[in-house]
């Protein structure tokens, strides 16, 4: 399969990563990442979703205690102090009652970590979070959804994709290199018929 485009390559190349530099990543840069999930597509064009940008040093560090990291790394791993995200986008929901906002919050993730990419920035979308500690710090209205969150910073590690032999789980070598696999293209792909 052959295809020259940047995006492409750049979908191909996009992996969670879990340690960063600790490089500032500046507002401007993350402003342009949210104004893209802005214009993600939304369901009936309802547009339910709302971003909390957070790069405060202290408020990040909030953050992260509220983050799980890694669920399949045993033992249970989250990044050192010196690999920590260096920034952070909330996805907010504030329509509840919109059947379709989960559709919404993962078409902005992906616009999100795309352009992520395409600056030169690592990300990792996180779910299992404590919503409550993070409505807390950021003092976000309850009526407000916190869905998930989007780590940032400068990559400091790449993981390797490999196909799936016996499973689904990533896993870190002795070397502590991430390894990711994948299902094989003709595995999942279906032509005209299944």
Do not use: T
């Amino acid at each position: 399969m052959i295809d020259n485009s940047d995006v492409y390559r750049k979908i191909i190349k996009r992996r969670s990563i879990r340690r960063f530099k600790q490089k500032p990543i500046l507002l401007d840069v993350l402003k342009k990442f949210v104004n893209a999930a802005r214009l993600a597509p939304s369901a009936a064009n309802l547009q339910p979703l709302e971003f909390c940008i957070v790069n405060n040093k202290d408020l990040c560090s909030k953050v992260f205690e509220a983050l799980s990291w890694a669920g399949y790394i045993k033992p249970e791993w989250s990044p050192a102090e010196s690999e920590r995200p260096m920034a952070y986008i909330i996805i907010l929901v504030k329509d509840s009652k919109n059947l379709w906002y989960l559709r919404d919050v993962s078409f902005a993730a992906s616009n999100i970590v795309l352009c992520a990419e395409g600056e030169g920035l690592a990300s990792c979308i996180l779910c299992k979070i404590d919503k409550e500690k993070i409505r807390k710090s950021l003092k976000i209205p309850e009526q407000i959804i916190i869905d998930s969150v989007i780590a940032l910073g400068y990559g400091a590690e790449q993981s390797i994709v490999e196909d799936i032999v016996d499973s689904v789980k990533y896993y870190r070598d002795e070397k502590q290199v991430l390894h990711v696999p994948k299902r094989k293209l003709e595995d999942i792909i279906h032509i005209n018929k299944y």
